[in-house]
Each structure stands twice: as structure tokens, then as C-alpha cells.
């Protein structure tokens, strides 16, 4: 079975500073995908970022980036420039990359972006 | 176009009684997912449904719960007899293509129904 941690219950930042939040997961796959959900309160999860286990590059979007390491299996999120916007719960999830494609998540990381 | 939408929103029951959950997902998506959200389990996975059929049911805490799917469209989630660690948001998804090593579809949720258990 997979398993997801999140060490971080909580963070928080000054608005625009640069916050990482880690993730680590447990697999014997090799094809896997992973991602990084946002759930601000509105409960509404929204897909930030996803990196497919066979690409080597990090996988980038806007001010979101990964860095991936798969033989260390950590999958570690980036946020630049944070803004009030970005506080939320933020959840890593991993996916087979074959079959039933379940999500497995983390426990959530609260993030907080003060002004 | 239109998410995926659920309801009701919130439900408030009592202990013993059932309860169903609607999930409309995004048209065409033949992937449908529901999880369970709670203070204590955080995030889990319930149930898939793949066109009407439901290949994984792994997640299905109990026999007091069950879904269906109808037209591969529309699903709904029922639980019998609900007990107060039965209270959770319960979120669907719906994904466009599950496939093999490189057909992963990203999953789009719903806004949740929160159900509470008196």
C-alpha cells in the first residue's frame, strides 16, 4: 500500500516571501503520478501542480514549483511571491500510474500568508 | 463549462437514520470518485466507478455504505443506519480518461456535502 506524510501541520509566512512545504511518500511502483491539491475554505479542492514519476524534469507552474526527488521519494512544493490568496489547506496526494487511479493524500499542510 | 456539483451542500440527520449524496460530474467524464473527509481520517478514498461499474470498492468503511451509478452519469452515495463517526465532507470527483501508464486524468472535485450525524 501507498502512504503519503506530511510533516508540517502548519505554516506560515509573510505575503511574498517564498514558503516550501514537504511531502514524502512510500511506494514500490514505478509508474506514479503526484500532485498537489489546494483546499481553501470554501472546501473546494483545486489541482495546483502534478509531476508524472517518469519525468525527471520539476514540474512548474507560475509561482508553484516541485522539486522531485524520486529515489529519495520526497516531492517537496515551492510557493514564490506568496499571496493572501494562497492561504489554504494543501494536500500531496499520489496516483498509480495503471488501474484504479485512487488518490492517496497526505494529512495537510495549513498554510497562512499574513499581510 | 459547469464543475462538478453535488448536494445538498450540508445535511444534519439523526443518528440511525439513511441518508443520500448526489454527485453530478463533469459531462463526459467516465471517472467518478468519492472520498471522505474527516478531522480524524483526513482524506480518503471510498469509491471509483468507472462507466456504471464500481472496479474499486476498497474504501467502503462498512457494509452500511453503498453507490451507484446510473447512465455513467449522475452517482449517489447512501448511508443506511448512520452513526456519528459517520460525520465527515464527503467529496466526488470525476476524471476524463483512466487508462493505462500514461492516461491519467486529472480529478476535478465537487465543493462537498458536509454531513453531520446528531
Not at chain 1, 483546499?39 to 489541482?47: V, W
Request: charged content about 20%; proline content about 4%.
Amino acid at each position: 500500500a501507498q502512504t503519503v506524510t506530511q510533516s508540517q501541520p502548519e505554516m506560515s509566512v509573510q505575503e511574498a516571501e517564498t514558503v516550501t512545504l514537504s511531502c514524502t511518500y512510500d511506494t514500490s511502483e514505478n509508474n506514479y503520478y503526484l500532485f498537489w491539491y489546494k483546499q481553501p475554505p470554501s472546501r473546494q479542492m483545486i489541482l495546483v501542480i502534478r509531476q508524472e514519476a517518469y519525468k525527471q524534469q520539476n514540474a512548474t507552474e507560475n509561482r508553484f514549483s516541485v522539486n522531485f526527488q524520486k529515489a529519495a521519494k520526497s516531492f517537496s512544493l515551492k510557493i514564490s511571491d506568496s499571496q493572501l490568496g494562497d492561504t489554504a489547506m494543501y494536500f500531496c496526494a499520489f496516483m498509480k500510474g495503471w488501474g484504479a487511479q485512487k488518490l492517496v493524500f497526505g494529512q495537510g499542510t495549513r498554510l497562512t500568508i499574513n499581510p | 463549462g459547469a464543475g462538478v456539483s453535488q448536494s445538498p451542500s450540508n445535511k444534519v440527520t439523526e443518528k440511525g437514520k439513511d441518508v443520500e449524496l448526489r454527485c453530478d460530474p463533469i459531462s463526459g467524464h467516465t471517472a467518478l470518485y468519492w472520498y471522505r473527509q474527516s478531522l480524524g481520517q483526513g482524506l480518503e478514498f471510498l469509491i471509483y466507478f468507472q462507466g456504471n461499474s464500481a472496479p474499486d470498492k476498497s474504501g467502503l468503511p462498512s457494509d452500511r455504505f453503498s453507490a451507484e451509478r446510473t447512465g455513467g452519469s449522475v452517482s449517489t452515495l447512501t448511508i443506511q443506519r448512520t452513526q456519528q463517526e459517520d460525520s465527515a465532507v464527503y467529496l466526488c470527483a470525476s476524471s476524463e480518461l483512466v487508462g493505462l501508464v500514461h492516461g491519467s486524468g486529472e480529478q476535478y472535485f465537487g465543493p462537498g456535502t458536509r454531513l453531520t450525524v446528531t
